[in-house]
């Protein structure tokens, strides 16, 4: 079982940013992609981002284009999500996956108006 350990959530008012992080315990190559998903209170989860881990190519939900971006760092197995203009609606908690059987604990982002 892989670990994923997200990091970096928190509390901004609209417009501003954050970078959110996820560990993961053994080298990004292992997995075809990485990719961050959230889920706001009473709503179903959603894909945010995803990237593949060979050849960088990456995919966004329309309502995050443009404001964030997804990475990685395999030197660390790390991948980041660098959330800029950020907005009420982007309110949820992240979620990082392989996309096949593990999920992080969840970093909150709260966005005020």
């Known amino acids: 079982q892989v670990q994923l350990v997200e990091s970096g959530g928190g509390s901004v008012e609209a417009g501003g940013s954050l970078r959110l992080s996820c560990a993961a315990s053994?080298?990004?190559?292992?997995?075809?992609?990485m990719a961050w998903y959230r889920q706001a209170p009473g709503k179903q989860r959603e894909l945010v981002a995803r990237i593949r881990t060979a050849g960088g190519f990456t995919n966004y939900t329309d309502s995050v284009k443009g404001r964030f971006t997804i990475s990685t760092d395999h030197a660390k197995n790390t991948v980041f999500l660098q959330m800029n203009s950020l907005k009420p609606e982007d309110t949820a908690v992240y979620f990082c996956t392989d996309e096949m059987r593990s999920w992080g604990q969840g970093t909150q982002v709260i966005v005020s108006s």
């Open positions: 053994r080298n990004l190559f292992s997995f075809n992609t």
